[in-house]
Every structure is written in structure tokens, then in C-alpha cells.
């Protein structure tokens, strides 16, 4: 059922950003579902009724890991467009020693130690110790970001190490279950801990609305947004807070070891479809959500799986199609589009091939040039064509419809391809006289540059070039090549 | 307690009487990073509706001039007045154009967006960026040239263009007093042409411009008033009469060795 509405979508939506992702998500749900059909993998009503949310065992994990990936989605981006990517690894492992402490606090203060917001609270003071201290080393020394991070990261793990040890060593406590924090245990989440991924994820995106212009200033230019008086170090604090805050809360569920993905992955995938910083905003929590959803899903599906790591798993899913498919910065569209631009260099060369033919053979300046048919020895002489080339060329033009048949061995240019050659004439031309007048090039180099460039001129930039180049005709007639063009040698 | 100093004592005052109408007046000013200084007891009054050229060989500590003036870097001493107040009470007369390397131009923002930035210290706190201001942001990118590029992303922009948009926001700001900081670095010859006319412009409404410039053979055409800096203030004044092949000298050629030197020993002396 997904798989045909996400085909449908596919064919209805073939616009870009937001439809276009929603269309790919619903196909790999699609995808998902119908391969759960197969007989060795749950059933698929089962299924079903796992990721709708009508289990009562794992409702409350699916709807926490969805949250959480909203939340650091969005804290996430903030972090990667202030290009602090690893600053969430450095928090995450700061964390550790303030788990040992909270459980250390709680015990001799005589508690069991294991009471969860105790835990929490310790884990976010040592975590905010961790950002304090990075940013101290880097303001205050030499040292650069990367650097006071892998300090902080490596030695406030080691010490949690060292520190847990050592609490487990105490007579009459039971830090068992504490590691458990590192790689985190979605499954023992109990309605409090939902409670809590809800509050933070309020939270999270309640700042984020209220200073997304606060933050897009300080991430993208620091020192103008001082200039104007902005509090940045404030602001960048608060950032980190809230990257604190999904971090902390997020520990039970995936552990300090991955939230880093949790942080990175959503954001980076949801900068391939957009240019947009608010639709980037959306779509990172939109993934980090649906990868959350997902995961947690696959995760209580397969009893065995950890959740945070299928989540992270998933969440590479999303980031990869992303990174194929992603309109603005994707690979294939990349690729698609300079497969495009080689299509309309080679028929733009060989128009103007033809069209300079042409003018080699009427010399009569004062006549109009006129259509005639040319021998294709000619155009395989005129540039450095290989014969493949020159055919796959022309068979192009003729589907185009810029040739009109022929007797052997000659080619002859339809009336829309005789125009089409003549005003790329005229445009590369004035792009070389342009050059040549402005940009100090020695006439003899010009050709290559132009044959680069003018493949990019709209109307408006020819309007320009024909105003600065006072005293050139206006008309569609085509200005003499400025430099010698040798037609048996390819110019 | 014993002060050194008090009310009796007549301290020669030589700053100007009306420093109200003196859109740069610094003190004294001297910075350094990590005990290494970058300029040095910079003494310098900028007259009102002036073009300046800020010239000088590269680490003369231009950028950080512009950079102390508006409280970027910390002042190891001395101070700046702009219209006769500190810097923080006339953030809304300054306009600042930060060199173009300064940011990453991958960054997903349209150009018209980072143009509306330059009205974010007149919006304020948690606000968003309304009607007026995006109509302020475009009148700036018409002004420089290039409304037609407002919804491009900004990494499909040219150097050049990238360099309007720049000079947008800070018109966006809509001071009387502009910190630009090599505008003209690597830019094509029309944005240059498009700058110069937008500086004569600027100036013609009765604007300051302080502008960091490497090519000394343009400085006479585009500036009347010049500050050549290499660590201290070399020569301050009407272009004709400060661009002198002497002041060159003294700016370029050659080492200043006495003040080297001691930076040097403070260098040490820091280790």
C-alpha cells in the first residue's frame, strides 16, 4: 500500500525539497513493509501495528526515539552550520564521569544511587563542564577547536572509566547497569523518561523558532553579528545548551558513544535537498524523527538489535539516499545536470562549427550568410572531433531538429538550426570581444575561455555585452571572429 | 588612600572641542594577541564625510584596527570614540563590511537574507524579519547592483557578487560611519567600478568611509584622506598631502627595527 502511494507521489510530485523527500520516505516505508512480508520476518499486519503505535510494549520507545530525533535534528543543525560538529562528541563523552558522581553523591548520601534524574543531573554538570572547558583552551591558548575537543573528550572519558570502577568497588552499592549508559537501553524507558525527551524536545524547538535569526547570524558570520552587539558568546552557549539537553536525556536511549550521529546525521542529510536553513531545519527534525520512528520499530521487531544502533542505522539509510538523490547538493542531480551542460557544450560546438564553416566559404562580407549544406569531411577537420563523437553529435541535432536531410556526406542545418547557430555564433563572439576589451587576454588565448563561458550567457548578459561594446550592431547579426579561425586545423 | 593622581593636576587635553561631529577619534589604542602586539599607540582623528584609505603592508594590523574600533578584539590599552561615545552606545551609526573570506559562502542562506541581516540590530530580540526590512535589504542590493541575484543561495554567487552583498548588508545597517575591510580584494572590474561609484555616493550623502586598501596605484583616485599603517600610524591626512614616496618608505621599506625589536623581547619575555 505505502510502496504504491509513494509510486503515485513519485509520479504526481516531481518537484524538489520537502514533497520530493516525503515522497522518497514513504517508498522506503513502503519498502520496509512489503520486505516484511517475506515469511521468516514478523508478519506483516504485526508490523503494522508496531509502527502505528497499537503495541503497548514499545509505544513508548517509538514515540521517545521519534522525539528525541526531532530534538537533535534540530539542535544537530545549529552544531554542523556552526561547524562544531565534534563538540557533540566532546559533550556526549563528558558526560560519563557525571554518572559516576551522581551515582557516588546519591549512595553516600544513602540512596540505592540508581534514581535516574540524580544520574541525569550529574551527567549534564560534567557535560557542561566538558563545553566550558573547550571553550576555555580555545580562547585562552593557542589551540585550535579539534584539538581542545579530543582533550576534553579523551580525558573526561577516561576518568568516568576510571571513576566507575571505583564505584563499583564500593561496599554496599550496586553499580550494575550504570554502563549501560555507553551504548544506552531504550527498551527499560518508563512513562517519566517520555515525559522528559517530551519536555527537552518542547524546549529545543521553542528556542530554535524563537532565535532561529539570533542563530543563523551567529553561525554564519560571528564577528558582524559582535559588531552589531549580539550577546555570541550567549548565544553560542545557548546552542550548546540545548545540544546539552538532547545529549543528556538521549543517553538512556542510544548512549553517549552514538548520539553524535543522532546530532550530525539528520542535519547533514537534510542539507543535500535544500539551500534553505528553515527547510533544512524541518527537514533535519523531520528525518531525525522518522529515522527515531523507524529504528525503534525495526529495533523492537528484532528483540535483539540495540535501538540506538538500528536508529543510527536507518538514519544512514536516510542520509545516503540523501546523499544520492538530494536536490540541491545530491550526486546524481549533480551528475544529471553536467551530463546536461556536456549535451549542450557538444551542440553548441557543433552549430557554431557549421555556422563558421559557412562563413569560410561565402566571403562576401556584404552578403548575408546563407543555409547551404557542408561536407562532413569539413567538420570533422574544423575541430578535434573523434568520429563517434561527430555522429553521436549530430544524431543528437537531428532528433533536436536542427538538420534537415542531406545527400552523403554532407550535413545541412534546418531554419531553427541555422538560427540556433547563428545567435551562438554571435554570443561567443561577443563573450571574446568582451574579454578581449576587459580582461587583458591576448586574442590568440581567448577562444578556449569563451568556448568555457559562453555556454552559461542568458539574454541579459548578451544585452549587457552588446551596451559595453559600444558601436557593435544590436541586430541579429553576427560580429566577425576576432581572431584567425584556420578551417581545416579546428580553431 | 593616596591617589596618584587628582583634579589639581592640568592635563594637556589636545582631543578635538566638538567630538560630537568626530566620527573616529582613537586614543593610544594598542592590541596584541597573545602578548604579541598588532598595533601600536595609534593615535588617529578621522574627519566627518571623509573617504579614507587604510594602507599598509600585510600583519600592519589593518583588519584588527577595524576589528578594535568595534570592540571585536580586546584593547590592551587605550581607547576609541565614535561620535564622541564608546562604541557600544553608537553600534547603530557604525555599518561594517567583514572581509569576504571571513565566512563560509556555503552557508544555506539567500543573498537577500544575508543582506537583511544588517537590520537585525534594529529588530531586535526574537522578532523576525518583516516587511520593512526585506524591502530595506532589496533597495540595498539595488543600490550595489544586484536585486536581480536577492533569492540566489549564496554559493552560486561570484566573488564579486558575493562582495555586493557584503557592502548590501552593511547599507542595510544604514550608518553614518563604515568600517569596510578590502572590499576590493579579488573582485572583477565591474564590482569594482560598482563599489567606487557606491563609495562616491555614500560620501556624497555626507557619509564616513573607512576603507582597508592593498593597491596603492588606485588610493589617489578613490580616496581624499589617508591612513598609512604599519603597527603604529605612519601618516594621517589629506591624500595629496600624506601619499608622499617618504611616508611609502617609512610605511613599506624596510623594517621598523626599533619597534620590532621590542616586540620581539615582549615576545620572549611572554614564553
Partial sequence: MMLRIGCVMLVVNRGKGLGFFLTVMFLVLGTVIAGAQESFWPEGSYVWKVITLQTYNSRLVILSSALLGVASGMAGTFLLLRKRSLMGDALSHATYPGIGFGFLVMVLLGGDGKWLPGLLLGATSTGVLGVLMVVAIRNTTCLKNDAAMGIVLGVFFGFGAALMRMVSDLPGADAAGLDSFIYGTAASMVSSDFLLILLVTGGVCLASLLLLKEFTLVCFDEDFAASQGWPTLFLDLTMLGLVTAVTVVGLQAVGLVLIIAFLIIPATAARFWTDDLRVMLALAALMGGAGGWLGSSLSSLFMDLPTGAVIVLVSACIFVMSMLFGPARGVLPRALRHVRLRRKVGRQHLLRAIYEILEGQQPDVAEPIRNLPVDLAFLVAHRSWSLSELNLLLRRAQTEDHLEDAIEGQVRLSEAGFGEAARITRNHRLWELYLIRYADIAPSHVDRDADLVEHVLDAEVVGQLESELQGRPLSLEVPPSPHFIDQHAGS | ?271
Fill in chain 2, 1 to 271: 588612600m593616596k591617589s596618584f593622581v587628582d583634579n589639581r593636576h592640568q592635563f594637556v587635553d589636545d582631543r578635538p572641542e566638538h567630538p560630537d561631529s568626530i566620527p573616529l577619534a582613537i586614543h593610544d589604542l594598542t592590541v596584541a594577541y597573545h602578548r604579541k602586539p598588532v598595533i601600536w599607540d595609534v593615535e588617529l582623528n578621522i574627519p566627518e564625510g571623509k573617504l579614507v584609505g587604510v594602507v599598509g603592508p600585510n600583519g600592519a594590523g589593518k583588519s584588527t584596527l577595524l576589528k578594535a574600533c568595534q570592540d571585536l578584539v580586546p584593547k590592551t590599552s587605550g581607547e576609541v570614540q565614535i561620535y564622541g561615545a564608546p562604541y557600544r552606545d553608537r553600534r547603530g551609526d557604525v555599518g561594517y563590511v567583514p572581509q569576504r573570506e571571513s565566512v563560509d559562502w556555503d552557508f544555506p542562506v539567500s543573498a537577500l537574507e544575508v543582506v537583511a541581516m544588517g537590520t537585525y540590530g534594529k529588530i531586535g530580540w526574537f522578532r523576525r524579519v518583516g516587511k520593512l526590512q526585506k524591502r530595506v535589504a532589496r533597495e540595498a542590493l539595488e543600490r550595489v547592483g544586484i536585486e536581480h541575484l536577492a533569492d540566489r543561495q549564496i554559493s552560486q554567487l561570484s566573488g564579486g557578487q558575493q562582495q555586493r552583498v557584503f557592502l548590501a548588508r552593511a547599507l542595510a545597517q544604514d550608518a553614518r560611519l563604515y568600517f569596510m575591510d578590502e572590499p576590493f580584494a579579488a573582485v572583477d572590474a565591474a564590482t569594482e567600478e560598482a563599489i567606487v561609484s557606491l563609495l562616491k555616493e555614500l560620501n556624497g550623502a555626507g557619509k564616513t568611509c573607512l576603507v582597508v586598501h592593498h593597491d596603492l596605484a588606485s588610493v589617489t583616485r578613490y580616496f581624499d584622506w589617508l591612513v598609512l599603517l604599519n603597527m603604529r600610524v605612519v601618516a594621517s591626512g589629506p591624500t595629496g598631502e600624506v601619499f608622499t614616496r617618504e611616508n611609502l618608505q617609512k610605511t613599506y621599506g624596510g623594517k621598523l627595527s626599533l619597534l620590532d625589536d621590542v616586540a620581539d623581547r615582549l615576545r620572549h619575555v611572554g614564553r
